[in-house]
T-cell receptor, first 114, second 112 residues
Framework: DTGVSQDPRHKITKRGQNVTFRCDPI?????LYWYRQTLGQGPEFLTY????????KSRLLSDRFSAERPKGSFSTLEIQRTEQGDSAMYLC????????????FGNGTRLTVT | AQSVAQPEDQVNVAEGNPLTVKCTYS??????LFWYVQYPNRGLQFLLK??????LVKGSYGFEAEFNKSQTSFHLKKPSALVSDSALYFC??????????FGKGTSLLVTP
């Protein structure tokens, strides 16, 4: 079990630029989740996949955000035309098949928009 | 709609004393309930979960939690706190068993 891997660990970008983050889940996990966490808050759900299918997307998620998991393995989260309010820690998690399986989180990608 | 409330921003306890971190929830149907811990500069780690069965569930590092359906609560407990337990604790709920809705977190400080 090598754990959930996220890349990069840190990203600094200027407002208006596009950014893309990558997440590699635990290999035998079929579900993959993206969350966002800001200082002093709990993780906020963004979206999740079962294999390559995106099953749920938060209504709070702007159209500037898009996530893919094309082959049911790694996933990417893209933010277009970044805004300062996008600055946060972006967390990826994966879980094994079965309802109630715990989510295993990566260490996150910290985004700073200047 | 589903929600989780952690009414305490911070809990302070002396080492060796019992600790409780509170969590209440609101969800349609039967909930799946979880506790996670976050140490500084580290990812969220799973502690324990309740799905069904015995209302008292045991988890990692000596933690346990009690599910109370009538009070819609799922408080985290430990009989004897350690300084190394100091961290941020998150309660989470899901009605579906999949995407979790987290509380805002409670900072636990255990003093020697």
């Amino acid at each position: 079990d090598t754990g959930v891997s996220q890349d990069p660990r840190h990203k600094i970008t200027k407002r208006g630029q596009n950014v893309t983050f990558r997440c590699d889940p635990i290999s035998e996990h079929n579900r993959l989740y993206w969350y966002r966490q800001t200082l002093g808050q709990g993780p906020e759900f963004l979206t999740y996949f079962q294999n390559e299918a995106q099953l749920e997307k938060s209504r709070l998620l702007s159209d500037r955000f898009s996530a893919e998991r094309p082959k049911g393995s790694f996933s990417t989260l893209e933010i277009q035309r970044t805004e300062q309010g996008d600055s946060a820690m972006y967390l990826c998690a994966s879980s094994a098949p079965g309802a109630g399986s715990p989510l295993h989180f990566g260490n996150g990608t910290r985004l700073t928009v200047t | 709609a589903q929600s989780v409330a952690q009414p305490e921003d911070q809990v302070n306890v002396a080492e060796g004393n019992p600790l409780t971190v509170k969590c209440t929830y609101s969800v349609s149907g039967n909930p799946y309930l979880f506790w996670y811990v976050q140490y500084p500069n580290r990812g969220l780690q799973f502690l324990l979960k309740y799905i069904t069965g015995d209302n008292l569930v045991k988890g990692s590092y000596g933690f346990e939690a009690e599910f109370n359906k009538s009070q819609t609560s799922f408080h985290l407990k430990k009989p004897s706190a350690l300084v190394s337990d100091s961290a941020l604790y998150f309660c989470a709920v899901t009605p579906s068993g999949y995407a979790l809705n987290f509380g805002k977190g409670t900072s636990l400080l255990v003093t020697p």
